[in-house]
């Protein structure tokens, strides 16, 4: 069982900021990349960042220089961190992790539950 536990969405005014968290738990045995997507209502799931063990992390040009995303490889954990929110970055927020579990041969795909972030005055 893998589960991926987010916190961290609310209400923000435009301009303000926002971190978001995900822990992975359950029988991982290596995590190749952790990253968040988002829906807004009436719009298919987008990525927003990700973070590739080995390479630099990758931003949709929507949020570059104004989101950072960042590993904490010892806690299977990541973050987002948003600054400088738009009413535009209202949506539910996803955690993915791409990982295998023990006694798994392949990666594959997992999601949290979703967080959302509206941003409005």
């Known amino acids: 069982q893998v589960q991926l536990l987010e916190s961290g969405g609310g209400l923000v005014q435009p301009g303000g900021s926002l971190r978001l968290s995900c822990a992975a738990s359950?029988?991982?045995?290596?995590?190749?990349?952790m990253g968040w997507y988002r829906q807004a209502p009436g719009k298919e799931r987008e990525l927003v960042a990700t973070?590739?063990?080995?390479?630099?992390?990758d931003y949709a040009d929507s949020v570059k220089g104004r989101f950072t995303i960042a590993r904490d490889y010892s806690k299977n954990t990541v973050y987002l961190q948003m600054n400088s929110l738009k009413p535009e970055d209202t949506a539910v927020y996803y955690c993915?992790?791409?990982?295998?579990?023990?006694?798994?041969?392949?990666?594959?795909?997992?999601w949290g539950q979703g967080t959302q972030v509206t941003v409005s005055s």
């Open positions: 973070a590739t063990s080995g390479s630099s992390p």
């Open positions: 993915n992790a791409h990982l295998k579990r023990f006694a798994w041969r392949d990666y594959g795909d997992y």
């Open positions: 359950g029988t991982i045995s290596s995590i190749a990349a």
